[in-house]
């Protein structure tokens, strides 16, 4: 499998499990948060880390981000950050962008804005469970 540079921003639980699974499959993650000690939290798993406010254009460019072959924008209860963060990266020019949505609503603006997958963890986790319960290769609970 080719390796791609993948970078994760918002190191929550969601985005440290995408950015920690990524790396141990061999792929370059570049994880990022505003919060420092979730970047400290993530430094051993990731190829690099770094502190930044993903909502800020400077930052997003001189961290390269442009050239990433995927950015997850892993950010979920600040609404206004996890949209304009996608609607940047878009601008940049990033060819695949997956979010994550809280809600319906957020998904509908993140759709809108460009986001090329968008994950609505609890929904789509759930959806996965009923599916293994009604599989039929599935022992019985
Ligand atoms: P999870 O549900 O994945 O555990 P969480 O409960 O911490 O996440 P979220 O609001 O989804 O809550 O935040 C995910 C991460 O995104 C946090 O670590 C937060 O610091 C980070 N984050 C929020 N805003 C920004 C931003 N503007 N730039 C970079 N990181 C951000």
């Not at 791609?4 to 994880?31: D, W």
């Not at 603006?109 to 789509?124: C, N, T």
């Amino acid at each position: 499998m080719a390796i791609k540079q993948y970078a994760v921003i918002g190191l929550g639980r969601f985005g440290t499990s995408i950015a920690r699974r990524l790396n141990e499959a061999g792929q370059e993650v570049l994880g990022i948060d505003v919060n420092e000690e979730r970047v400290e939290d993530v430094e051993l798993y990731v190829t690099h880390a770094a502190v930044a406010d993903s909502t800020d254009e400077k930052a997003l460019t001189s961290l390269g981000v442009r050239n990433f072959d995927c950015v997850i924008v892993a950010i979920g209860n600040d609404m206004q950050a996890s949209i304009l963060t996608v609607m940047l990266l878009k601008d940049l020019g990033v060819k695949k962008v997956i979010a994550k949505a809280l809600g319906k609503r957020h998904g509908k603006v993140l759709d809108r804005i460009g986001a090329d997958w968008i994950i609505y963890p609890e929904r789509d986790m759930g959806e996965r469970v009923a599916n293994q319960l009604l599989s039929p290769n599935m022992l019985n609970y």
